[in-house]
Structure formats: C-alpha cells, structure tokens
T-cell receptor, first 115, second 112 residues
Framework: DQQVKQNSPSLSVQEGRISILNCDYT??????FLWYKKYPAEGPTFLIS?????DKNEDGRFTVFLNKSAKHLSLHIVPSQPGDSAVYFC??????????????FGKGTLLTVNP | DAGITQSPRHKVTETGTPVTLRCHQT?????MYWYRQDPGHGLRLIHYSYGVKDTDKGEVSDGYSVSRSKTEDFLLTLESATSSQTSVYFC???????????FGDGTRLSIL
C-alpha cells in the first residue's frame, strides 16, 4: 500500500517557466512533509519542508503548497533553471509517537528543464 | 554538506556471501537510517537507529541486520546476500527526530 504517491514519473519544462511537481498521500497521520532533490550518483538533498499547520512555505524559487483536505502537496519552482533537472522525491513523516522520525517516500519525479 | 561517508561506494559480490556497508558521520547526530533505492520504488527504509545500541526495523528489513556501537558509525549487514538485494543503499542522519534527514552519497551494491 503506497502511502505517498507521485503519479508523474517525469516532467519536462522550458527554462524560465514554472515547474509544478505533485504528491498525494493517504495517511492522515502524516503531519510533516519534505521535498528532496536527487542528482545521479549522489544522495538526496533536502530542499524544503512544510508542517501540516501551514498551507504554504516559500524558500527562494521554491514554494511548497499543502492541501490537507485533499491530502495533496505540490512543489513549485519559479523560474525553472537547467540545473534544477533532477529527480524530486516527496516524503512524509508521521505525527508524534514511535514513528515520528521515519519518513515515507514517493517514487520520485524526474524533472527535465530544457534550455 | 553534512559529514556523512558511506563505504564502500561500489561493491560487487556473489550470492550467499556476507556483506557489510558502513556509514560514518562527523555530526554527532543521534538518528541514523539505512534506505535502499530501487527503480519504481523510490526510497525504502531498511533499519534505523535512535541512539547507540538502539535500533529498530523499517519497512524492508528482512535479510538485513544493523549495529551501532558508537554514535558515529552505523553498519548494515547482509548475512547471506541474494540477488534481490542488488540496489543502491543510502545512509541518512538527523540530529533530532523533527529535523530533515541528510543523506550520504550511497553505495551501489551488485550481487551476482
């Protein structure tokens, strides 16, 4: 049972345009969400996060939106740059309790930004 | 970058042999994790540690064991490697349970 879903395996956008990566989750106990970026032959790098008490968090060109009622979050990258080309993973963490430090990851979305 | 070193970075071995992967951190972080990444599966948690000698299972722990005898080192052992354990293995650390995890650069393991 996949609790965190990234339904788009890949996304291609033009440099300078907006990239929107989507993520859905099924577990209502998740209360903290993260996005990681991964280049080939490297480990994932933390990008941005959002707590369930917020609906938006912004960091430079990156903004994450959370819609709790829809159990949906999205990552917006504006403007997109060729260096943003990577695999993006959505991850979620459970609420307080024994599992509050375990992350559940989606399968990832490969973003390609074309010059 | 977080001070995380995984060794070896690449390994090829045969079915049935024991394999140990090492994760070494210089951040003095309490929490350490082992994940595997496979095509079509994303990252899946194998085992994690919340302190020296304190470890627990993740979602894909069968066939793996771990040990943490000191804060800086977290070892992942495949007692008898199988071809299904061919994967890329990532170690991650975090200082507190509510902090983002930071990852090492991975170990590519091939079991023939």
């Amino acid at each position: 049972d996949q609790q965190v879903k990234q339904n788009s395996p890949s996304l291609s956008v033009q440099e300078g345009r907006i990239s929107i990566l989507n993520c859905d989750y099924t577990n209502s106990m998740f209360d903290y969400f993260l996005w990681y970026k991964k280049y080939p032959a490297e480990g994932p790098t933390f990008l941005i996060s959002i707590s369930s008490i917020k609906d938006k968090n912004e960091d430079g060109r990156f903004t994450v939106f959370l819609n709790k009622s829809a159990k949906h979050l999205s990552l917006h990258i504006v403007p997109s740059q060729p260096g943003d080309s990577a695999v993006y993973f959505c991850a979620a963490r459970g609420s307080r309790g024994g599992s509050n430090y375990k992350l559940t990851f989606g399968k990832g979305t490969l973003l390609t930004v074309n010059p | 970058d977080a001070g995380i070193t995984q060794s070896p970075r690449h390994k090829v071995t045969e079915t049935g042999t024991p394999v140990t992967l090492r994760c070494h951190q210089t951040e003095n972080h309490r929490y350490m994790y082992w994940y595997r990444q496979d095509p079509g599966h994303g990252l899946r948690l194998i085992h994690y540690s919340y302190g020296v000698k304190d470890t627990d299972k993740g979602e894909v722990s069968d066939g793996y064991s771990v040990s943490r005898s000191k804060t800086e080192d977290f070892l992942l052992t495949l007692e008898s490697a199988t071809s299904s354990q061919t994967s890329v293995y990532f170690c991650a650390i975090s200082g507190y349970s509510n902090q983002p995890q930071h990852f090492g650069d991975g170990t590519r393991l091939s079991i023939l």
